[in-house]
């Protein structure tokens, strides 16, 4: 399993990001994915998840209605698109895949390196 993420960077609060996560080493359409943020001193929690046919989706409520996961099979991708980003969302954030197609529950250690995402002015 590798997992490659990519997108983040600086931007303003109240702006946006499109993360995306590039699979590859496992059957990706099989698999449910999640991404995961873990901000300094903090724990690694789970922020939204989406099935793999991409029919349900799952988020935490601190982003609802903000964050939107959608995933592309025939890429092997999926994707985190942030709008109204607030200080509060500066994480590493991390894609990870569950093979038993779960939208919550503890990981499996199948994680990518992380890209880093910073909301300041």
């Known amino acids: 399993v590798q997992l490659v993420e990519s997108g983040g960077g600086l931007v303003q609060p109240g702006g946006s990001l499109r993360l995306s996560c590039a699979a590859s080493?496992?059957?990706?359409?099989?698999?449910?994915m999640r991404w995961y943020r873990q901000a300094p001193g903090k724990e690694r929690d789970l922020v939204a998840s989406i099935t793999n046919s991409g029919g349900t989706t799952k988020y935490v409520d601190s982003v609802k209605d903000r964050f939107t996961i959608s995933r592309d099979n025939a890429k092997n991708t999926v994707y985190l698109q942030m709008n109204s980003l607030k200080p509060e969302d500066t994480a590493v954030y991390y894609c990870?895949?569950?093979?038993?197609?779960?939208?919550?529950?503890?990981?499996?250690?199948?994680w990518g390196q992380g890209t880093q995402v910073t909301v300041s002015s």
């Open positions: 080493g496992f059957a990706f359409s099989r698999y449910a």
């Open positions: 990870n895949a569950n093979p038993l197609n779960l939208l919550i529950g503890d990981p499996f250690n199948y």
